[in-house]
Nanobody, 115 residues
Framework: QVQLVESGGGLVQSGGSLRLSCACS????????MGWYRQAPGEERELVAK??????TTYADSVKGRFIISRDNRNTVFLQMNSLKPEDTAVYYC??????????WGQGTQVTVSS
């Protein structure tokens, strides 16, 4: 059974940092990209960042220059979040974009940034 295991959320003060991680048990050959979405209360889910298997990255404009997405060779994706702002508060969801089958989603991890 495929699993996405997320970790790293929590409470941090404005200006602080957090690092999220998401481990995926899929084979690299089945993956096109991995990344993170977030959803704040009353808002739509939005893409935060993603990285393809060839290393191409995409970021939301709101996080460029503050967040860094990376992955290791075991299909774990990381999101280093620096200079956090209260508006970054949301549930962050890891996702895997597969080449053939539907995308996979993690259970979500709460990130709360206090002012």
């Amino acid at each position: 059974q495929v699993q996405l295991v997320e970790s790293g959320g929590g409470l941090v003060q404005s200006g602080g940092s957090l690092r999220l991680s998401c481990a995926c048990s899929l084979s690299t050959f089945t993956i096109r990209a991995m990344g993170w979405y977030r959803q704040a209360p009353g808002e739509e889910r939005e893409l935060v960042a993603k990285i393809t298997t060839t290393g191409t990255t995409t970021y939301a404009d709101s996080v460029k220059g503050r967040f860094i997405i990376s992955r290791d060779n075991r299909n774990t994706v990381f999101l280093q979040m620096n200079s956090l702002k209260p508006e970054d508060t949301a549930v962050y969801y890891c996702y895997v974009e597969r080449r053939v089958l539907p995308d996979l989603w993690g259970q979500g991890t709460q990130v709360t940034v206090s002012s």
